[in-house]
């Protein structure tokens, strides 16, 4: 599965961003995805997860009630929805594939990977 995110870039802090993840694969719809990201000298962090069809999601703590992740299966495209954007938000996102229907927080369980793309909030 290859995957393609885009919809970084520079805004101020309390702003909105949407990432968005285009998969080549037919076979989307049936697994699992997911975001994570990467600050400067950190090490890559869980954001996000979703399930095969949407029904399940899961979120970092330091996410939870602002960014929200979804899926649009039959354009094989994941999202996600990033509000009141913070300075500790700054990093390049990654979305991810699991070859399993169900999520999950755990870097290793992703298979492959997109190749990033950069947020930074401005405070």
């Known amino acids: 599965v290859q995957l393609q995110a885009s919809g970084g870039g520079l805004v101020q802090a309390g702003g909105s961003l949407r990432l968005s993840c285009a998969a080549s694969?037919?076979?989307?719809?049936?697994?699992?995805m997911g975001w994570f990201r990467q600050a400067p000298g950190q090490e890559r962090e869980f954001v996000a997860a979703?399930?095969?069809?949407?029904?399940?999601?899961f979120y970092a703590d330091s996410v939870k009630g602002r960014f929200t992740i979804s899926r649009v299966n039959v354009k094989n495209t994941l999202y996600l929805q990033m509000n009141s954007l913070k300075a500790e938000d700054t990093a390049v996102y990654y979305c991810?594939?699991?070859?399993?229907?169900?999520?999950?927080?755990?870097?290793?369980?992703?298979?492959?990977w997109g190749q990033g793309t950069q947020v930074t909030v401005s405070s």
């Open positions: 694969a037919r076979t989307f719809s049936s697994y699992a």
């Open positions: 991810a594939s699991r070859f399993q229907a169900a999520a999950s927080t755990r870097p290793a369980d992703f298979g492959s």
């Open positions: 979703i399930n095969w069809n949407g029904g399940s999601t």
